[in-house]
């Protein structure tokens, strides 16, 4: 009987391992499926509608299958893809929808253009409303639409980057992305917020989560190298540089397609559709401020500022009186 008895101090001393391996750097199983699905993120304004417009586009003429959702409740990822146009939201067709007792059909929300297929989730009206509870509740819709069972080679999600709440967050907290692209310029704002992204990344990856950095773009690049530095600090690639041109500007204003075969500029879109398609995943380095605040010139920046205390008497300005002390002071024996 007492052969029978099972020896567990080797599973034990197993378990004991496993428990201090570091999740983010065991090696996921290859996916099954073969559509990607690349969640891009950026400061406000930085040109994350303009860069995958012109993706997505590109990457239709190079024969994919490509799926552009914007998941911005300013819902202007579609705008210029569409000349401007600016087509129904999920959220709000939904809204309508339900009021008039109908169910949303996927051609009330989703249109084409140039071979991309395109869609808005939305967002609430100003002051009332979540707009990262929005951003659930669209992906919610898109699941009863049937979302797992559509067939793309790339599914594009524009996030806002500024906001860190869950909603905007969902792609790496969920691991419905299996990467993230970052789009940002040279400059301390969008660089600070790509650089919170590779920390939320960091963060997840720890907590057994799967998504990684594929790389940055840099828009509106002026040549001073910040972004470069960026990029090499927290060790991801640059998948392209799209340059800070008046020809770019004016057509982005005018919602002109640039990410074709017919443009000047279409063999660096073309450039930027190969890098994404094979850049793999990675786990970033993301900086603290102090490194951050290090790419740029210290004068420039106000990186050799040394923090002052504040006193109380300080604070307290015209009302700083001297307090009588509570403190009892015995005399000495």
């Known amino acids: 009987m007492k052969d029978e008895v099972p020896n567990l101090k080797d599973f034990d001393q197993r378990l004991r391992d496993e428990a201090h391996e570091d999740l983010a750097d065991i090696v996921a199983e290859e996916p099954t499926s073969?559509?990607?699905?690349?969640?891009?993120?950026?400061?406000?304004?930085?040109?994350?509608?303009?860069?995958?417009?012109?993706?997505?586009?590109?990457?239709?003429?190079?024969?994919?299958?490509?799926?552009?959702?914007?998941?911005?409740?300013?819902?202007?990822t579609t705008s210029l893809l569409f000349g401007g146009k600016a087509c129904p939201t999920i959220i709000e067709t939904s809204t309508k929808k339900k009021l008039?007792?109908?169910?949303?059909?996927?051609?009330?929300?989703?249109f084409k253009r140039g071979g991309v297929f395109a869609m808005e989730l939305g967002g609430p009206e100003v002051g009332r409303g979540c707009g990262g509870r929005g951003i659930i509740h669209?992906?919610?819709?898109?699941?009863?639409?049937?979302?797992?069972?559509?067939?793309?080679?790339?599914?594009l999600l524009?996030?806002?980057?500024?906001?860190?709440?869950?909603?905007?967050?969902?792609?790496?907290?969920?691991?419905?992305?299996?990467?993230?692209?970052l789009v940002a310029s040279n400059d301390l704002q969008s660089l600070y917020v790509a650089n919170n992204v590779c920390s939320a990344v960091e963060?997840?990856?720890?907590?057994?989560?799967?998504?990684?950095?594929?790389?940055?773009?840099?828009?509106k690049d002026d040549g001073s190298g910040e972004a470069q530095a960026f990029a090499e600090a927290v060790d991801i690639p640059v998948l392209a540089a799209i340059p800070q041109n008046d020809d770019l500007r004016k057509k982005s204003a005018n919602y002109q397609i640039v990410g074709t075969?017919?443009?000047?500029?279409g063999a660096l879109f073309a450039a930027l559709g190969e890098n994404v398609a094979v850049a793999p995943p990675v786990r970033p380095a993301p900086l603290d401020q102090d490194g951050?605040?290090?790419?740029?010139?210290?004068?420039?920046?106000?990186?050799?500022?040394?923090?002052?205390?504040?006193?109380?008497?300080?604070?307290?300005?015209?009302?700083?009186?001297?307090?009588?002390?509570?403190?009892?002071?015995?005399d000495d024996a």
């Open 158 to 181: 524009d996030f806002l980057g500024d906001v860190v709440c869950g909603g905007f967050g969902l792609p790496i907290a969920r691991d419905m992305a299996q990467k993230v692209i």
């Open 34 to 76: 073969k559509t990607q699905i690349i969640a891009i993120y950026g400061k406000g304004g930085i040109g994350k509608s303009f860069t995958l417009a012109n993706l997505s586009h590109m990457m239709a003429e190079q024969g994919k299958r490509v799926l552009l959702i914007g998941c911005d409740p300013k819902s202007d």
């Open 292 to 330: 951050l605040l290090g790419l740029f010139d210290a004068s420039e920046t106000g990186g050799d500022v040394v923090l002052e205390p504040a006193t109380d008497m300080d604070m307290r300005g015209k009302n700083a009186e001297p307090k009588a002390s509570l403190e009892v002071i015995y």
């Open 261 to 265: 075969a017919d443009s000047e500029w």
């Open 138 to 155: 669209g992906f919610e819709l898109l699941e009863k639409l049937g979302f797992h069972d559509w067939d793309f080679d790339y599914v």
């Open 203 to 219: 963060y997840f990856r720890k907590l057994g989560g799967n998504v990684g950095v594929a790389g940055l773009v840099i828009n």
């Open 100 to 110: 008039a007792g109908e169910e949303v059909q996927i051609g009330d929300v989703c």
